[in-house]
């Protein structure tokens, strides 16, 4: 079958938004989650009728949980995702940063003392924030400064052994893996494969083998294994010589929909090749280099402009900077996406 143009529209946000946060991120699959605030909008987005409160108390009560995953950065997963999605990736990233965690003073012997030493501190139900965890590893005589700390916990969490607990006020704690997400029916390597390959395809479809490879951050050639694993349940398209998938044909996003897209958004975020969503000329004014994806206005799903939110709250929730002249239809679609945001954070 071939794909026209006009249709490789990327349904990364259905036209019927989803119950509860959750649901949305189990069709996701996983989101990126470094910036927290904007990470919590995202899934916001797609909730019906969803407020901050809402996407927080998921986080508290262990049904979403943050991690590091996917590529090597925070994820937000849901609870029954966790363990299956952390074994296709965790292994191969801590063997693969051996060398870096040596230059920063972080040798095997150590990293295991300290994951011991945060382990003990937590169990029993305990969450800690960083500063606590860091004094629990002083205790033990382990040096947690000049980045040191932020190094073990991304070991840690890679290896299983912490993720996210509920937050405290404005600050994050960390839990015990093992306490907050119950063992489950363990998936084999190729079960779990497939499910990430199907779940890639049905949210961010249609998109190549290069794009879930730089997605997952899993080799091209595991990727292509993964696609042949998910079998019929994926639909091979073309367009310009290339090959695309998809999973299934849901309804996504309505054509002319208007969007604010928060920092990081899987929109973008999802694709080594970005051009779907972004032309060429505004490339730089979302991406100025440095890794960080500024939040986008999406027209039609194509990036109109960026925002953010306004540091001066009485006058209007948000600060626009567009790309070029909006219609009064669009004005009108913008003002009513503001709103949706400013309903989200209250």
């Not at 404005?170 to 390597?189: C, G, K, S, W």
């Amino acid at each position: 079958m071939s794909l026209s143009a006009e249709r490789l529209h990327r349904q990364l946000i259905s036209r019927q938004p989803f119950a509860r946060p959750v649901e949305a991120l189990r069709w996701l699959g996983a989101i990126q989650a470094q910036d927290y605030a904007a990470s919590l909008w995202a899934l916001g987005l797609r909730t019906a009728g969803a407020r901050l409160a809402d996407v927080e108390a998921a986080l508290a009560d262990g049904s979403i949980i943050r991690m590091h995953g996917f590529r090597g950065t925070w994820q937000h997963v849901a609870r029954d995702d966790a363990r299956w999605m952390l074994g296709l990736v965790g292994a191969r990233l801590v063997a693969g940063n051996t060398r870096r965690m040596h230059a920063v003073g972080l040798p095997p012997k150590t990293l295991e003392r300290a994951v011991e030493r945060m382990a003990r501190a937590l169990e029993g139900g305990r969450q800690l924030t960083r500063q606590e965890l860091a004094a629990a590893l002083a205790r033990g005589r382990i040096a947690s400064d000049g980045g040191r700390l932020m190094h073990i916990l991304w070991y840690a969490e890679l290896r299983g052994v912490l993720c996210s607990g509920a937050p405290r006020g404005t600050q994050q704690t960390f839990a015990l893996f093992d306490e907050r997400v119950p063992r489950a029916r363990a998936l084999d390597r190729d079960h779990a494969l497939a499910a990430l390959a199907e779940r890639y395809f049905r949210s961010r479809g249609p998109a190549t083998e290069r794009d879930f490879a730089w997605w997952s951050g899993l080799p091209l050639g595991e990727v292509r294994h993964a696609i042949a694993l998910a079998g019929r349940r994926l639909e091979r398209v073309a367009l310009d010589g290339r090959d695309y998938f998809r999973a299934g044909d849901a309804a996504g996003d309505a054509p002319d929909a208007v969007r604010l897209l928060p920092a990081f958004d899987e929109c973008l975020i999802a694709y080594q090749d970005r051009a779907c969503f972004v032309e060429a000329g505004h490339v730089r004014k979302i991406n100025n280099g440095g890794g960080l994806l500024k939040p986008i206005i999406l027209v039609g799903g194509r990036a109109v402009g960026t925002w953010r939110r306004s540091a001066d709250k009485t006058r209007a929730p948000v600060e626009l900077q567009p790309f070029r002249r909006l219609s009064a239809r669009e004005k009108s679609a913008l003002a009513a996406a503001i709103d949706r945001y400013a309903a989200f954070v209250g």
